[in-house]
């Protein structure tokens, strides 16, 4: 069974402060994205990662998908009130063994900053 | 203009119920899904169809019957409706193309069973 952990799962800091959210596996994936969910919302896409090794920048969020497309990271420069939300890590793998369109979510990490 | 909208928001209902979840999609993709997201936030797929044609089939009682009339719809039926059923379904949707499944979701239907 092919699983994304996501680290840490809760987040709470101050406006201002930096902050990276992590997402693992041991399984390759073709690509990587990144969601951000509100309270009574569907999750929306951040970003898709596709090569090993690339970087995605979106204003103050980068994000990074591992060498051996096993694993990613999303990391908030000078994190705002507006930032806070669950993240949802999502890897696609329809080409290593998975079935078309099914994506693996993580759990979540749920931000929240504080003024 | 919304690209996935989801009827209801909110359903309550009593144990042992039939209801119905109605999803449309008007980005003109051709892959439809149903997510289940637990009280932990966890968010699980259930279906994927493509092109009216069931994809996906995750291990779901089949007291949850998924129907596609057309590419634009993909509705949810669940027959006698029990207390773990509860949760948050959202349906979404993405375009084969694109090869990265980058999934539209919609508001989410909160479903309460008591």
């Known amino acids: 069974t092919q699983l994304l952990e996501q680290s840490p799962q809760f987040l709470s800091i101050q406006e201002g402060e930096n902050l990276t959210v992590y997402c693992n596996s041991s399984?390759?994936?073709?690509?990587l994205q990144w969601y951000r969910q509100e309270p009574g919302e569907g999750p929306v896409l951040l970003v898709t990662v596709v090569t090993g090794g690339e970087v995605k920048k979106l204003k103050r969020l980068t994000f990074q998908f591992g060498d051996a497309r096993k694993d990613s990271s999303l990391h908030i420069t000078a994190a705002q009130p507006g930032d806070t939300g669950l993240y949802l890590c999502a890897g696609d793998s329809s080409n290593y063994g998975g079935s078309q369109g099914n994506l693996i979510f993580g759990k979540g990490t749920k931000l929240s900053v504080k003024p | 203009d919304t690209a996935v909208s989801q009827t209801p928001k909110y359903l309550v209902t009593q144990m042992g119920n039939d209801k119905s979840i109605k999803c449309e999609q008007n980005l003109g993709h051709d892959t439809m899904y149903w997510y289940k997201q637990d009280s932990k936030k966890f968010l699980k797929i259930m279906f994927s169809y493509n092109n009216k044609e069931l994809i996906i089939n995750e291990t779901v009682p089949n007291r949850f019957s998924p129907k596609s009339p057309d590419k634009a719809h993909l509705n949810l039926h669940i027959n006698s409706l029990e207390l773990g059923d509860s949760a948050v379904y959202f349906c979404?949707?993405?375009?084969?193309?694109?090869?990265?499944?980058?999934?539209?979701f919609g508001p989410g239907t909160r479903l309460t069973v008591t």
């Open positions: 399984s390759v994936f073709s690509s």
């Open positions: 979404a949707s993405s375009e084969t193309g694109t090869g990265s499944y980058e999934q539209y």
